[in-house]
């Protein structure tokens, strides 16, 4: 059977894929989406995406991968926009795409638009939970009630779903009353090697690693807390807002009091990896999240977390670092770890072989093109049964 062409919706992607710099949008859907696509290309599958115009041109080659444009942001009349450029767009980019499967990442009103092209051309859909709220039939994290609407519709409409972790299973079952395959995140062997023990008496303070956006569900100002509690400690910050806010604003003013916090901003891969190869620890301080793909980036290299989210309890069952509830608790967990070697080691080795374990690139892509092949067939079956039922009627009526 030839394998079906998948197309990725990934309108903040393009960036990330072609390998800018400092790209405009970084975050968990987007590395996601980028790991699978073009893990699945090099494995020669017909892959493309559907991104933001950015002021390329249509159908551009990054990589493996064919990039189709939608929308630019900026585009459009205020309260018309929706519809026209940004959703004609949409269904515009996916027609010329014109692949078998089409796969969308993240609650939002593009789930449900995708959802309906989908299902008015006989094409597959699959749906991916990017976060524990996705699975939450209230969509806190959507605004307007027509985003709400639409994406309710659209995973329930989904040929496939696709959750990260046991308990978001779970909730689509209770909310939704959907069943979905639990395909954990991944991500690429670090190519900066793994970590090596640093300890504050080797004359390098310890440095603690945060990275993503600078907004009120991150909960970066917990970074500040812990700073003011562990003055030994460099806390490396990683990230932006993706647009500026009062909130972005007021946390990188306090930050500036701090001399032992070192904001980077959004930069390149390389800046990550650097900074990654310096930390002692990763800190994830939201208030919710699905799978983080900083944890596997983390583990992958043995670094320990310690956190404020524990997805499936996966950090306290397995001792991949340690969870905290707040500020006293996680500066008593960075100051376990860092003063106690044997502690930090074995943390480190459990991080680095669960990785191996669950999240390696190549687990995550054979259980996507399992994943689609059986789609694939289903729609084949489909399409034979009601092509069957037709000739029937065609020679009664003759």
């Known amino acids: 059977m030839a394998l079906p062409k998948v197309c990725f919706i990934g309108l ?17 859907v987007e590395k996601q989406l980028v790991f699978l696509a073009s893990g699945l290309a090099r494995r020669g599958w017909h892959i493309c995406m559907v991104s933001y115009d950015q002021g390329q041109g249509d159908a551009v080659e990054c990589g493996d991968v064919r990039v189709y444009r939608a929308y630019s942001r900026e585009e459009g009349l205020y309260g018309l926009r929706f519809f026209h450029p940004r959703w004609s767009g ?21 789930t449900g638009q995708t959802a309906l092209w989908c299902g008015s051309r006989n094409r597959r859909f699959v749906f991916a939970a990017a976060s524990d709220p996705d699975c939450l039939s209230g969509l806190p994290r959507l605004r307007l009630r027509r985003e709400r609407f639409l994406c309710r519709f659209g995973i329930r409409a989904a040929d496939a779903i696709v ?11 209770r909310e939704y009353g959907v069943d979905s395959d639990v395909i954990g995140g991944a991500c690429p062997e670090p190519r900066g090697g793994l970590t090596s023990w640093r300890r504050t008496g080797s004359g390098h303070a310890p440095h603690v690693l945060w990275i993503g956006r600078i907004c009120e569900v991150k909960r970066p100002e917990l970074v500040l807390d812990l700073a003011g509690r562990l003055p030994e400690c460099i806390f490396d910050v990683i990230g932006d807002s993706n647009e500026q806010t009062a ?28 900074a990654y190869s310096e930390a002692a ?17 983390a583990w992958s290299r043995g670094i320990p977390a310690v956190s404020m989210v524990d997805p499936d309890g996966v950090i306290a069952r397995h001792g991949l670092g340690a969870v905290g509830s707040d500020g006293a608790s996680l500066a008593a967990s960075v100051t376990r770890l860092l003063d106690n070697r044997a502690a930090w080691q074995a943390c480190s080795a459990n991080a680095r ?18 994943l689609f092949v059986s789609l694939a067939r289903r729609a084949r079956r489909h399409s034979a049964l009601a092509r069957a039922t037709r000739q029937p009627r065609q020679q ?3």
């Not at 620890?281 to 980036?297: H, R």
């Not at 191996?356 to 399992?370: C, K, V």
Request: overall charge negative; aromatic content about 10%; proline content about 2%.
């Open 163 to 173: 959750s990260q972790t046991g308990y978001q299973k779970g909730l689509l079952v």
């Open 12 to 28: 903040k992607c393009l960036d990330l894929l072609a390998g800018v710099e400092r790209p405009r949008y970084l975050g968990g």
């Open 90 to 110: 949409l269904w515009e980019a996916m027609g010329r795409a014109n692949a078998d499967i089409y796969y969308q990442m993240g609650a939002g009103c593009e």
């Open 396 to 398: 009664a009526s003759s």
């Open 247 to 274: 909130f972005a604003r007021e946390f990188r003013r306090r930050a500036g009091a701090f001399a032992n916090v070192v904001l980077h901003g959004k930069v390149s891969e390389e800046h990550v990896d650097r």
């Open 353 to 370: 072989s669960y990785y191996l374990a669950n999240h390696t690139l190549d687990r995550a892509l054979d259980a996507h093109e399992s």
């Open 281 to 297: 620890l990763l800190m994830n301080t939201s208030s919710v999240e699905g799978f983080p793909v900083t944890f596997l980036e």
